[in-house]
Protein backbone atom coordinates (compact mmCIF):
# COMPACT_ATOMS: atom_id res chain seq x y z
CA UNK A 1 0.00 0.00 0.00
CA UNK A 2 1.87 2.80 -1.34
CA UNK A 3 1.09 6.45 0.04
CA UNK A 4 -0.05 7.70 -3.71
CA UNK A 5 -2.69 4.51 -3.45
CA UNK A 6 -6.46 4.62 -3.56
CA UNK A 7 -6.34 2.81 -0.38
CA UNK A 8 -4.31 5.45 1.60
CA UNK A 9 -6.51 8.67 0.23
CA UNK A 10 -9.73 6.85 1.32
CA UNK A 11 -8.25 6.05 4.59
CA UNK A 12 -7.41 9.21 4.88
CA UNK A 13 -10.85 10.96 3.79
CA UNK A 14 -12.74 8.47 5.80
CA UNK A 15 -10.54 10.05 9.11
CA UNK A 16 -11.49 13.62 8.16
CA UNK A 17 -15.34 12.58 8.07
CA UNK A 18 -14.71 10.85 11.31
CA UNK A 19 -13.26 14.00 12.64
CA UNK A 20 -15.44 16.13 11.72
CA UNK A 21 -18.53 13.63 12.84
CA UNK A 22 -16.59 13.49 16.58
CA UNK A 23 -16.36 17.33 16.38
CA UNK A 24 -19.73 18.11 15.64
CA UNK A 25 -20.93 14.85 18.60
CA UNK A 26 -18.34 16.47 21.56
CA UNK A 27 -19.02 20.05 20.82
CA UNK A 28 -21.09 20.54 23.92
CA UNK A 29 -19.56 17.37 26.34
CA UNK A 30 -18.49 17.77 29.63
CA UNK A 31 -17.41 21.80 31.10
CA UNK A 32 -15.00 23.67 32.05
CA UNK A 33 -11.57 23.23 30.61
CA UNK A 34 -12.32 19.75 30.04
CA UNK A 35 -14.95 20.92 27.27
CA UNK A 36 -12.04 23.44 26.30
CA UNK A 37 -9.35 20.89 25.52
CA UNK A 38 -12.03 18.24 24.06
CA UNK A 39 -12.92 21.36 21.20
CA UNK A 40 -9.57 22.00 21.00
CA UNK A 41 -8.38 18.38 20.19
CA UNK A 42 -11.49 17.49 18.19
CA UNK A 43 -10.49 20.72 15.87
CA UNK A 44 -7.00 19.70 15.55
CA UNK A 45 -7.98 16.42 14.07
CA UNK A 46 -10.46 17.85 11.88
CA UNK A 47 -7.93 20.18 10.49
CA UNK A 48 -4.97 17.27 10.83
CA UNK A 49 -6.78 14.74 8.59
CA UNK A 50 -8.49 17.00 6.06
CA UNK A 51 -4.76 18.55 5.68
CA UNK A 52 -3.21 14.79 5.35
CA UNK A 53 -6.25 14.05 2.44
CA UNK A 54 -5.38 17.19 0.62
CA UNK A 55 -1.73 16.41 0.04
CA UNK A 56 -2.31 12.45 -0.37
CA UNK A 57 -4.71 13.89 -3.02
CA UNK A 58 -1.93 16.22 -4.83
CA UNK A 59 0.83 13.29 -4.26
CA UNK A 60 -1.58 11.33 -6.58
CA UNK A 61 -1.96 14.20 -9.08
CA UNK A 62 2.14 14.47 -9.13
CA UNK A 63 3.48 11.19 -8.22
CA UNK A 64 6.07 13.28 -6.08
CA UNK A 65 6.25 10.11 -3.35
CA UNK A 66 5.68 6.98 -4.98
CA UNK A 67 6.56 4.57 -2.02
CA UNK A 68 6.96 5.37 1.80
CA UNK A 69 10.91 5.15 1.54
CA UNK A 70 10.53 8.54 -0.83
CA UNK A 71 8.39 10.37 1.35
CA UNK A 72 11.16 9.87 4.49
CA UNK A 73 13.89 10.51 2.53
CA UNK A 74 15.20 6.96 1.52
CA UNK A 75 15.39 5.42 -2.04
CA UNK A 76 16.67 2.33 -1.02
CA UNK A 77 14.20 0.46 -2.44
CA UNK A 78 13.00 2.48 -5.76
CA UNK A 79 15.15 -0.01 -7.89
CA UNK A 80 12.84 -2.71 -6.86
CA UNK A 81 9.61 -0.44 -7.78
CA UNK A 82 9.89 -0.25 -11.16
CA UNK A 83 6.80 0.87 -13.17
CA UNK A 84 4.42 -2.06 -14.75
CA UNK A 85 6.09 -3.86 -18.07
CA UNK A 86 3.44 -3.29 -21.32
CA UNK A 87 2.29 -6.83 -22.23
CA UNK A 88 3.08 -5.92 -26.16
CA UNK A 89 5.12 -3.45 -27.70
CA UNK A 90 8.27 -1.72 -25.85
CA UNK A 91 9.25 -2.99 -22.77
CA UNK A 92 10.29 -1.22 -19.13
CA UNK A 93 13.87 -2.76 -17.94
CA UNK A 94 14.98 -1.77 -14.41
CA UNK A 95 19.37 -0.76 -13.49
CA UNK A 96 21.40 0.76 -10.95
CA UNK A 97 23.99 2.78 -12.26
CA UNK A 98 26.52 2.91 -10.46
CA UNK A 99 28.32 6.19 -11.12
CA UNK A 100 32.33 6.59 -11.46
CA UNK A 101 32.64 10.08 -12.04
CA UNK A 102 29.89 10.93 -9.80
CA UNK A 103 30.34 8.93 -7.28
CA UNK A 104 26.78 8.34 -7.11
CA UNK A 105 24.40 5.02 -7.43
CA UNK A 106 20.69 5.53 -8.50
CA UNK A 107 18.18 3.36 -10.16
CA UNK A 108 17.41 3.88 -13.72
CA UNK A 109 14.46 2.95 -16.06
CA UNK A 110 14.76 2.29 -19.57
CA UNK A 111 12.27 1.91 -22.53
CA UNK A 112 13.16 -0.76 -25.07
CA UNK A 113 11.56 -0.75 -28.34
CA UNK A 114 9.15 -3.64 -30.04
CA UNK A 115 11.86 -5.80 -31.74
CA UNK A 116 14.85 -4.62 -29.40
CA UNK A 117 15.04 -8.01 -28.11
CA UNK A 118 15.07 -9.82 -31.18
CA UNK A 119 16.91 -8.03 -33.55
CA UNK A 120 20.41 -7.70 -31.96
CA UNK A 121 22.04 -5.93 -34.91
CA UNK A 122 20.56 -2.53 -34.09
CA UNK A 123 21.79 -0.21 -32.44
CA UNK A 124 19.05 2.76 -31.40
CA UNK A 125 18.79 6.85 -30.97
CA UNK A 126 18.80 7.43 -27.04
CA UNK A 127 16.66 10.02 -25.04
CA UNK A 128 17.63 10.69 -21.41
CA UNK A 129 14.00 11.54 -19.94
CA UNK A 130 14.36 14.13 -17.14
CA UNK A 131 11.39 14.12 -14.42
CA UNK A 132 10.25 17.21 -11.94
CA UNK A 133 10.80 17.73 -8.70
CA UNK A 134 9.55 16.49 -6.47
CA UNK A 135 8.83 13.51 -8.28
CA UNK A 136 10.66 10.49 -9.33
CA UNK A 137 11.47 8.69 -13.12
CA UNK A 138 7.97 6.67 -12.25
CA UNK A 139 5.76 9.75 -12.94
CA UNK A 140 7.00 9.97 -16.69
CA UNK A 141 4.95 5.94 -16.73
CA UNK A 142 2.42 5.94 -14.45
CA UNK A 143 1.03 9.66 -15.02
CA UNK A 144 2.20 10.71 -18.70
CA UNK A 145 1.62 7.42 -20.11
CA UNK A 146 4.87 7.47 -21.61
CA UNK A 147 5.39 3.73 -22.48
CA UNK A 148 1.82 3.79 -24.18
CA UNK A 149 2.83 7.19 -25.54
CA UNK A 150 6.06 5.91 -27.52
CA UNK A 151 4.40 2.49 -28.29
CA UNK A 152 1.88 4.27 -30.11
CA UNK A 153 4.36 6.70 -31.92
CA UNK A 154 6.65 4.33 -33.34
CA UNK A 155 4.00 1.86 -34.09
CA UNK A 156 2.18 4.72 -36.32
CA UNK A 157 5.94 5.52 -37.69
CA UNK A 158 5.96 9.40 -36.34
CA UNK A 159 8.95 8.37 -34.16
CA UNK A 160 11.69 5.89 -35.02
CA UNK A 161 12.42 3.02 -32.55
CA UNK A 162 14.87 4.65 -29.61
CA UNK A 163 15.76 3.64 -26.05
CA UNK A 164 14.14 6.02 -23.82
CA UNK A 165 15.94 6.51 -20.47
CA UNK A 166 14.82 7.52 -17.49
CA UNK A 167 17.00 8.12 -14.51
CA UNK A 168 16.75 9.41 -11.02
CA UNK A 169 18.28 13.01 -10.21
CA UNK A 170 19.35 12.95 -6.73
CA UNK A 171 19.76 10.64 -3.73
CA UNK A 172 17.44 12.60 -1.59
CA UNK A 173 14.09 13.66 -2.90
CA UNK A 174 14.43 16.01 -0.49
CA UNK A 175 17.28 17.62 -2.07
CA UNK A 176 16.47 19.23 -5.73
CA UNK A 177 19.61 19.48 -7.88
CA UNK A 178 17.90 20.42 -10.83
CA UNK A 179 20.41 18.45 -12.43
CA UNK A 180 23.15 20.72 -11.85
CA UNK A 181 26.62 19.82 -9.88
CA UNK A 182 26.22 21.38 -6.71
CA UNK A 183 29.56 22.87 -5.00
CA UNK A 184 28.85 21.11 -2.03
CA UNK A 185 26.17 18.45 -2.53
CA UNK A 186 25.44 15.66 -5.23
CA UNK A 187 27.49 15.78 -9.00
CA UNK A 188 24.01 14.93 -10.68
CA UNK A 189 25.47 16.84 -13.92
CA UNK A 190 28.00 14.66 -13.93
CA UNK A 191 25.94 11.79 -13.51
CA UNK A 192 23.40 12.27 -16.37
CA UNK A 193 26.22 13.38 -18.96
CA UNK A 194 28.60 10.95 -18.04
CA UNK A 195 27.57 7.75 -15.86
CA UNK A 196 24.64 7.68 -17.28
CA UNK A 197 26.05 7.90 -20.99
CA UNK A 198 28.32 5.40 -20.30
CA UNK A 199 26.19 2.92 -18.47
CA UNK A 200 24.08 2.78 -21.75
CA UNK A 201 26.81 2.13 -23.89
CA UNK A 202 27.89 -0.81 -21.90
CA UNK A 203 24.57 -2.25 -21.21
CA UNK A 204 22.19 -1.36 -24.05
CA UNK A 205 22.64 -2.07 -28.13
CA UNK A 206 22.57 2.05 -28.70
CA UNK A 207 24.20 4.40 -30.82
CA UNK A 208 27.26 6.19 -29.57
CA UNK A 209 26.91 8.89 -32.09
CA UNK A 210 26.69 12.16 -30.21
CA UNK A 211 23.93 12.94 -33.12
CA UNK A 212 21.16 10.16 -31.98
CA UNK A 213 21.39 11.48 -28.32
CA UNK A 214 18.98 13.92 -27.14
CA UNK A 215 16.96 14.97 -24.05
CA UNK A 216 13.37 15.89 -22.97
CA UNK A 217 12.11 16.89 -20.10
CA UNK A 218 8.99 18.93 -18.17
CA UNK A 219 8.80 21.53 -15.50
CA UNK A 220 12.03 21.51 -13.20
CA UNK A 221 13.41 18.46 -15.89
CA UNK A 222 12.75 20.96 -18.76
CA UNK A 223 15.32 23.10 -17.58
CA UNK A 224 17.44 20.03 -17.31
CA UNK A 225 16.90 19.23 -20.96
CA UNK A 226 17.62 23.00 -21.80
CA UNK A 227 20.65 23.19 -19.85
CA UNK A 228 22.46 20.08 -20.12
CA UNK A 229 22.43 20.75 -24.02
CA UNK A 230 23.38 24.37 -24.06
CA UNK A 231 26.46 23.04 -21.79
CA UNK A 232 27.32 19.38 -23.67
CA UNK A 233 26.71 20.28 -27.24
CA UNK A 234 29.12 17.24 -28.06
CA UNK A 235 26.76 14.67 -25.79
CA UNK A 236 23.58 15.76 -27.31
CA UNK A 237 22.17 17.08 -30.64
CA UNK A 238 18.55 18.15 -29.38
CA UNK A 239 16.55 18.66 -26.38
CA UNK A 240 12.96 19.08 -25.74
CA UNK A 241 11.76 21.29 -22.39
CA UNK A 242 7.73 21.08 -21.77
CA UNK A 243 7.16 23.79 -19.28
CA UNK A 244 10.54 25.05 -18.70
CA UNK A 245 12.51 27.97 -17.60
CA UNK A 246 15.67 29.70 -17.84
CA UNK A 247 17.03 30.10 -14.61
CA UNK A 248 17.75 27.73 -11.83
CA UNK A 249 15.63 28.01 -8.62
CA UNK A 250 18.45 26.51 -6.44
CA UNK A 251 21.95 27.76 -5.05
CA UNK A 252 24.75 25.74 -6.54
CA UNK A 253 27.06 27.22 -3.93
CA UNK A 254 29.18 28.58 -5.82
CA UNK A 255 27.09 31.77 -7.78
CA UNK A 256 27.25 29.85 -11.33
CA UNK A 257 23.60 29.77 -10.88
CA UNK A 258 24.03 33.61 -12.31
CA UNK A 259 26.26 32.87 -14.67
CA UNK A 260 26.89 28.97 -16.85
CA UNK A 261 23.59 27.80 -15.11
CA UNK A 262 21.85 30.46 -16.09
CA UNK A 263 20.25 29.40 -19.35
CA UNK A 264 19.64 33.36 -20.35
CA UNK A 265 23.53 33.99 -19.37
CA UNK A 266 25.21 31.56 -21.73
CA UNK A 267 22.52 32.63 -24.76
CA UNK A 268 23.78 36.22 -24.03
CA UNK A 269 27.46 35.63 -23.24
CA UNK A 270 28.75 32.39 -24.75
CA UNK A 271 29.35 30.91 -27.98
CA UNK A 272 25.98 29.32 -29.55
CA UNK A 273 25.91 25.39 -29.83
CA UNK A 274 24.55 23.97 -33.21
CA UNK A 275 22.07 21.98 -31.26
CA UNK A 276 18.47 21.67 -31.81
CA UNK A 277 16.36 23.11 -29.35
CA UNK A 278 12.34 22.60 -29.00
CA UNK A 279 10.67 24.85 -26.26
CA UNK A 280 7.17 23.88 -25.50
CA UNK A 281 4.38 25.06 -22.86
CA UNK A 282 1.01 26.05 -22.30
CA UNK A 283 -0.32 29.94 -22.69
CA UNK A 284 -1.82 30.10 -19.24
CA UNK A 285 1.24 28.86 -17.29
CA UNK A 286 2.77 32.35 -17.05
CA UNK A 287 6.03 31.34 -15.63
CA UNK A 288 6.71 28.82 -18.16
CA UNK A 289 5.71 31.14 -20.68
CA UNK A 290 7.76 34.04 -19.69
CA UNK A 291 11.03 31.49 -19.63
CA UNK A 292 10.02 29.95 -22.83
CA UNK A 293 9.76 33.32 -24.67
CA UNK A 294 12.83 34.74 -22.86
CA UNK A 295 14.66 31.62 -24.31
CA UNK A 296 13.42 31.28 -27.63
CA UNK A 297 14.00 35.35 -28.00
CA UNK A 298 17.84 34.48 -27.62
CA UNK A 299 18.19 31.16 -29.21
CA UNK A 300 19.71 32.22 -31.99
CA UNK A 301 21.91 31.07 -34.85
CA UNK A 302 23.02 28.45 -35.29
CA UNK A 303 20.95 26.75 -32.93
CA UNK A 304 17.62 25.15 -34.91
CA UNK A 305 14.55 26.61 -32.55
CA UNK A 306 11.09 24.87 -32.92
CA UNK A 307 8.60 26.30 -30.27
CA UNK A 308 4.46 25.05 -30.11
CA UNK A 309 2.02 26.96 -27.74
CA UNK A 310 -1.41 24.63 -26.72
CA UNK A 311 -4.09 27.05 -25.06
CA UNK A 312 -5.53 26.12 -21.83
CA UNK A 313 -4.04 23.99 -19.83
CA UNK A 314 -1.81 24.77 -17.18
CA UNK A 315 1.34 23.89 -15.40
CA UNK A 316 -0.01 20.21 -14.92
CA UNK A 317 0.45 16.26 -15.76
CA UNK A 318 -2.72 16.64 -18.34
CA UNK A 319 -0.22 19.57 -20.18
CA UNK A 320 2.59 17.98 -20.13
CA UNK A 321 1.33 14.68 -21.71
CA UNK A 322 -0.84 16.62 -24.35
CA UNK A 323 2.86 18.24 -25.47
CA UNK A 324 4.89 14.36 -25.22
CA UNK A 325 4.03 13.08 -28.26
CA UNK A 326 4.77 16.03 -30.83
CA UNK A 327 8.17 16.29 -28.68
CA UNK A 328 9.17 12.71 -29.10
CA UNK A 329 8.37 13.09 -32.38
CA UNK A 330 10.37 16.05 -33.27
CA UNK A 331 13.41 14.70 -31.40
CA UNK A 332 13.27 11.68 -33.62
CA UNK A 333 13.65 14.14 -36.42
CA UNK A 334 16.68 14.57 -35.59
CA UNK A 335 18.58 11.64 -34.17
CA UNK A 336 17.62 9.34 -36.56
CA UNK A 337 16.76 5.43 -36.63
CA UNK A 338 18.33 2.24 -35.65
CA UNK A 339 21.67 1.46 -37.64
CA UNK A 340 23.34 -2.04 -37.80
CA UNK A 341 27.18 -1.91 -37.51
CA UNK A 342 27.98 -1.56 -40.74
CA UNK A 343 25.15 1.02 -41.86
CA UNK A 344 27.11 4.28 -42.15
CA UNK A 345 26.66 7.32 -40.04
CA UNK A 346 26.30 10.91 -40.79
CA UNK A 347 27.91 13.70 -40.02
CA UNK A 348 26.22 16.63 -38.56
CA UNK A 349 27.93 19.95 -38.39
CA UNK A 350 30.18 20.51 -35.81
CA UNK A 351 28.70 22.19 -32.73
CA UNK A 352 30.79 24.58 -30.87
CA UNK A 353 32.45 23.47 -28.24
CA UNK A 354 31.79 25.27 -24.73
CA UNK A 355 33.98 24.92 -22.33
Not at 185 to 211: K, N
Not at 329 to 353: E, F, I, Q
Amino acid sequence: MSPDSDTVELLAVGAAVIAAVALGLTWNAGGGWGRILLRAGTVLACLATTAAAGLIWVNRQGDFYPTWSSLIGSDAGAANNAPPTQSAGGRILTFSVNGRASKLTMPMFAYVPPGYATDTAMRYPVVEALHGYPGTPAFWMSKLAATTILDREIAAGRMAPTVVLFPYQTPDPSLDTECTNLAHGPQTETFLTEDVPAFARTHLRVRTDPSSWGLIGYSAGAYCATNLLLRHPTQYAAGASLSGYATPGIPIGDGTERTTYNDSWRLQHLPIPAVALYLACAKSDLTALRGTQALAKLARSPISLTTSYINGGGHNPQTWEAMEAPAFDWLSTWLGRPLTATDPVSTPPSPVKIG
